[in-house]
């Protein structure tokens, strides 16, 4: 699966949470999971919003990078949604022991031009 039809699946599968402003983003594939997990958390205070047409309004992914090797989804939430931020605190820390490129046990690689998380493997494609 290429990172255009990824994009394309999760707008699919959540088409309430994907609007026309909704970023492209380029992560490698081994935090594609983390990333459906984000949406699926999302998904789920949307389904239990009493308000779903306030919660559309309220709810913005803006952008989603590697920065310094973790895993940073950028969105922007309202109070009813304060919940979200534990979740995406959590992707954070568990980013920085997943290889981005495979999905395998990484670790922060800080000695490349750009800083990864890697396994052993694809750093050593790099280095």
Known sequence: MTEDEFNTAL???????WDKAHPVFRIGRGWWPLIEEFYEAMNQQYLESEDKA????EFRVINIQNKMGYLHI?????DAQKSALGSN???????QKICE?????GSLRADLD????????????VR
């Open 11 to 17: 707008e699919k599968k959540y088409p309430q949470l």
């Open 54 to 57: 306030a919660w559309m309004n």
């Open 74 to 78: 950028y969105y922007a939430v309202k």
């Open 89 to 95: 605190l959590d992707l954070i820390k568990r980013s």
């Open 101 to 105: 490129e495979c999905g395998k046990e």
């Open 114 to 125: 750009y800083i990864q998380t890697l396994c052993d493997e694809h750093y050593e494609k």
